[in-house]
């Protein structure tokens, strides 16, 4: 299974950016999946998951400003970002979420929120 994220790029702050996450076959059907992302000098960090059934979870005060949703016929997920700050510059990557075994990690999205 391979994940590839796209969708990144030079955002101003207060802008959006969808983010998608596309994966090679059919993976998604119980799994839980979720977006990671790693800032310079930090350690990569769960942010937003989507269970099997559609319920989302999501840590450090982002829900509200990220919505992560899948879509299971087209093996993608989705982030869709919106009032990006600074702080929320990093690379973006999708995943599994355990208790679910990790794929082989993307090479993830870069974001960057800067004026």
């Known amino acids: 299974v391979q994940l590839v994220e796209s969708g990144g790029g030079l955002v101003q702050p207060g802008g959006s950016l969808r983010l998608s996450c596309a994966a090679s076959?059919?993976?998604?059907?119980?799994?839980?999946m979720g977006w990671y992302r790693q800032a310079p000098g930090k350690e990569r960090e769960l942010f937003a998951s989507?269970?099997?059934?559609?319920?989302?979870v999501y840590r450090g005060g982002l829900k509200g400003r990220f919505t992560i949703s899948r879509d299971n016929a087209k093996n993608t997920v989705y982030l869709q970002m919106n009032s990006l700050k600074p702080e929320d510059t990093a690379v973006y990557y999708c995943?599994?979420?355990?208790?679910?075994?990790?794929?082989?990690w993307g090479q993830g999205t870069q974001v960057t929120v800067s004026s």
């Open positions: 989507i269970f099997g059934n559609g319920v989302t």
């Open positions: 995943n599994t979420v355990p208790p679910f075994a990790l794929y082989s």
């Open positions: 076959g059919s993976i998604f059907t119980d799994n839980t």
